[in-house]
Structures are given as C-alpha cells and as structure tokens.
C-alpha cells in the first residue's frame, strides 16, 4: 500500500465548476498535510497548508481528518488557470511523502 | 522561506556516464531530500541528505548508483552513476525546516536525458 493515495483522475470540469480531490495517508504518526500544484514541466508550489480545524483561501477549501486519515481539496467556481496536476503531500519527523497527483483540466 | 538553486537545469548523457546535480539554498536548512519524478509520475523520494554523514536511501535507491553529498547545511549533490536511458527523469531538490507545518521548497529540477 502507498503510503499517500490520491485518484489521478483526471478531473475534466467546465468553468465555474466545484471540484473536490481527496487523498489518504497511512502513517498515522504524520506531523503535517499541505496540498501542493504542478504545472507541466515546473516544480511543485505549496498550494496550501491542511489544519485539523480546516481551512479556506479564496475558492479553496482544505480539511483534514486525522481519525480517518483523510485530507481534501475543494475548488469552487474553477477557473481556467486552475489547470494543474494537485499534488497531496504528508510530512512526517524525517520525510516528505507525496501522493501521485490529481490532474485537473478546466474547460472553456 | 527559502530559495534554492539546482544545477543545471538540463543536460543530454550518453549511457554509462556519470551526471552530478547541485543543490545550493540561500539559508540554512536543515532537511534536504531529493527527488525524482519520471514523465507523467509523481514524485518519488530517493533519498534524505544528511549533513556530515551518509544519506538515508529510500526502498529501491541505493549509495552506488545515486551517491549523495551534503557537507553543510546549504549544499548537496545528487550523483546519478553508470546511466541509463531508465534513468532519465526529473531530479528535484528539496528542503524543509524543522519547524512543524513548514512547506518544503523546491529547486527548478534538472531534466536529464540519456541517450
């Protein structure tokens, strides 16, 4: 088993559409949750932090369920710039372990 | 945060070669990991730079084909030995603080081909 899961996808949505990726993680010893998104050819950029309590940045929208070992990821009202692949990352006391991606295309 | 340079940012090897990667950051970190991210993968770890002391390798990585170097806080090499056209990829250094909840910050990536 992976140590971080995400579905791949990919997502395909129209404009102004809600999207919702989701990952799980298997250690439940993991210290910190951060949603990171790739564009072709770049390096990954930190998209956002995921708190227990959740928490919201403009359309996004991350939560975090420790019991369950669960992170998400909402997008509302997407845009065409949102294009990208979601990439879920866990950190542990000596590691970062990152999920396959989610790939995301916005459509006109 | 913090900002890092990788070198080079590309390079064409021919098989059997070697191909050393810098990984320089402007502050003092001090966790620092490498990364390899195959064409259309995720990323996968190869392996945790210590500083002074041995790099802790991943499952399938091993000393021989990535020897790895970080003799300060600022710096590490990714070497990649005896290459392969397998072994062209993406190479991405990253690194992270101590503190809890501190993103890790990545290098540009060496995009390495093998021919």
């Known amino acids: 088993r992976k140590e971080v899961e995400q579905d791949p996808g990919p997502f395909n949505v129209p404009e102004g559409a809600t999207v919702a990726f989701n990952c799980t993680y298997s250690?439940?010893?993991?210290?910190?949750f951060f949603w990171y998104r790739q564009d072709c050819r770049k390096e990954p950029k930190l998209l956002m932090s995921v708190y227990s309590s959740g928490n919201e940045d403009g359309r996004f929208t991350a939560q975090l369920n420790r019991a369950s070992q669960y992170i998400s990821l909402l997008i509302r009202d997407s845009k065409l710039s949102d294009s990208a692949t979601y990439l879920c990352?866990?950190?542990?006391?000596?590691?970062?372990?990152f999920g396959a991606g989610t790939r995301l295309t916005v459509k006109p | 945060s913090a900002v890092i340079s990788q070198k080079p940012s590309r390079d064409i090897c021919q098989r059997g070669t070697s191909l050393t990667i810098q990984c320089q950051v402007d502050?003092?970190?001090?966790?620092m990991f490498w990364y390899r991210q195959q064409p259309g993968q995720s990323l996968t770890l190869i392996a945790t730079a210590n500083q002074g002391s041995e790099a802790t390798y991943e499952s399938g990585f091993v000393i021989d084909k990535f020897p790895i170097s970080r003799p300060n806080l600022t710096f590490s090499t990714l070497t990649v030995s005896n290459m392969s056209p397998e072994d062209s990829s993406i190479y991405l250094c990253s690194v992270v603080t101590y503190t809890l909840n501190t993103e890790a910050f990545f290098g540009q990536g060496t995009r390495l081909t093998v021919v």
């Open positions: 502050s003092q970190v001090t966790m």
């Open positions: 250690n439940s010893a993991s210290q910190s």
């Open positions: 990352v866990v950190r542990g006391n000596n590691d970062m372990r």
